[in-house]
């Protein structure tokens, strides 16, 4: 590992909560030295801004790999030896302008000055907040879909979960697109185990062709299949998504997909879970 290791510099661990590492930061700051201690100040600066983190997660852990299975005896070493991680909750959309026949899709470069993947290309979404929870909307999901993302959930499953995760979604589109969407239905659940998430995609519309760049944003436009700058793209999950979104309008239906992101150097592949439902 060639960049220092934040979460140990703050004694917390790799799926600590932004409470639990500013917790940590405060105890460590206010030990004897800890105020003149620079990289407790630049541990606490990455791991305390959710874009940054994301970013040194994928810098340094990108590498890791993903443990082959075992089985007798050398399985209860194994899991004996291994640390149980809390994959975090991610959405995104895939936002669809469908109204001339061909399709385009919305996405945004980031500005080139931006710390987390300065010119790249990426469809709005981001970690689900507490505050999702929280917020009340015009519309709600269809049971259909609430059904869809509980479907083999993880963790404490429950439709205010499974709601979190789509207004997250919308949120950030908000955010990173000033744009105001209708969500369709799921598309593709990527696990990422190199950074602890579990993504969820889904696929949407514009009511209405009005959008902008966020504030970290360059540019905002749609694009058609042919134009998508594909070797600019930000993350793996938005090559698959894309992928598989044209692949499945060509057979004309659009499934819901599971899998697996596993990279392998600068190389990411997906490994289907399961057939689609």
Same mark, same amino acid.
């Not at 661990?13 to 940590?24: H, Q």
């Not at 049971?143 to 439709?159: N, Q, V």
């Given at each position: 590992?060639?960049?220092?290791?934040?979460?140990?510099?703050?004694?917390?661990?790799?799926?600590?909560?932004?409470?639990?590492? +500013?917790?940590?930061?405060?105890?460590?700051?206010?030990?004897?030295?800890?105020?003149?201690?620079?990289?407790?100040?630049?541990?606490?600066?990455?791991?305390?801004?959710?874009?940054?983190?994301?970013?040194?997660?994928?810098?340094?852990?990108?590498?890791?790999?993903?443990?082959?299975?075992?089985?007798?005896?050398?399985? *209860?070493?194994? #899991?004996? #030896?291994?640390?149980?991680?809390?994959?975090?909750?991610?959405?995104?959309?895939?936002?669809?302008?469908?109204?001339?026949?061909?399709?385009?899709?919305?996405?945004? +470069?980031?500005?080139?000055?931006?710390?987390?993947?300065?010119?790249?290309?990426?469809?709005?979404?981001? +970690?689900?907040?507490?505050?999702?929870?929280?917020?009340?909307?015009?519309?709600?999901?269809?049971?259909?879909?609430?059904?869809?993302?509980?479907?083999?959930?993880?963790?404490?499953?429950?439709?205010?979960?499974?709601?979190?995760?789509?207004?997250?979604?919308?949120?950030?589109?908000?955010?990173?697109?000033?744009?105001?969407?209708?969500?369709?239905?799921?598309?593709?659940?990527?696990?990422?185990?190199?950074?602890?998430?579990?993504?969820?995609?889904?696929?949407?519309?514009?009511?209405?062709?009005?959008?902008?760049?966020?504030?970290?944003?360059?540019?905002?436009?749609?694009?058609?299949?042919?134009?998508?700058?594909?070797?600019?793209?930000?993350?793996?999950?938005?090559?698959?998504?894309?992928?598989?979104?044209?692949?499945?309008?060509?057979? *004309?239906?659009? *499934?819901?997909?599971?899998?697996?992101?596993?990279?392998?150097?600068?190389?990411?592949?997906?490994?289907?879970?399961?057939? +689609?439902?």
């Amino acid at each position: 590992m060639d960049k220092p290791d934040y979460y140990a510099i703050l004694g917390v661990a790799k799926d600590a909560s932004p409470e639990e590492i +500013r917790t940590a930061f405060e105890q460590a700051q206010a030990a004897p030295g800890g105020d003149e201690n620079s990289a407790l100040a630049e541990a606490y600066d990455v791991l305390s801004d959710p874009q940054r983190r994301i970013f040194y997660d994928q810098q340094v852990y990108v590498t890791a790999t993903v443990p082959r299975r075992r089985s007798g005896p050398e399985a *209860g070493a194994s #899991a004996a #030896a291994s640390k149980a991680i809390r994959p975090r909750d991610a959405a995104t959309l895939i936002i669809v302008d469908a109204a001339s026949g061909t399709p385009r899709i919305l996405m945004g +470069r980031r500005r080139d000055d931006v710390v987390f993947m300065p010119g790249k290309y990426v469809f709005p979404g981001g +970690r689900v907040d507490r505050e999702d929870r929280l917020v009340s909307s015009a519309d709600d999901l269809a049971p259909g879909e609430i059904a869809r993302l509980m479907h083999d959930m993880k963790g404490a499953a429950s439709e205010a979960r499974a709601r979190a995760i789509a207004l997250a979604a919308v949120r950030e589109t908000w955010e990173e697109a000033c744009s105001r969407v209708e969500v369709d239905e799921l598309f593709a659940v990527f696990n990422l185990p190199q950074i602890n998430q579990v993504y969820m995609m889904f696929r949407a519309h514009l009511p209405v062709l009005e959008f902008a760049p966020g504030v970290e944003s360059l540019e905002c436009k749609l694009y058609y299949e042919h134009e998508i700058p594909w070797a600019e793209l930000a993350f793996p999950t938005i090559t698959h998504t894309l992928k598989r979104f044209f692949q499945d309008r060509a057979q *004309g239906r659009f *499934g819901l997909h599971f899998g697996d992101i596993v990279r392998d150097g600068h190389h990411a592949e997906f490994v289907p879970r399961r057939p +689609r439902p």
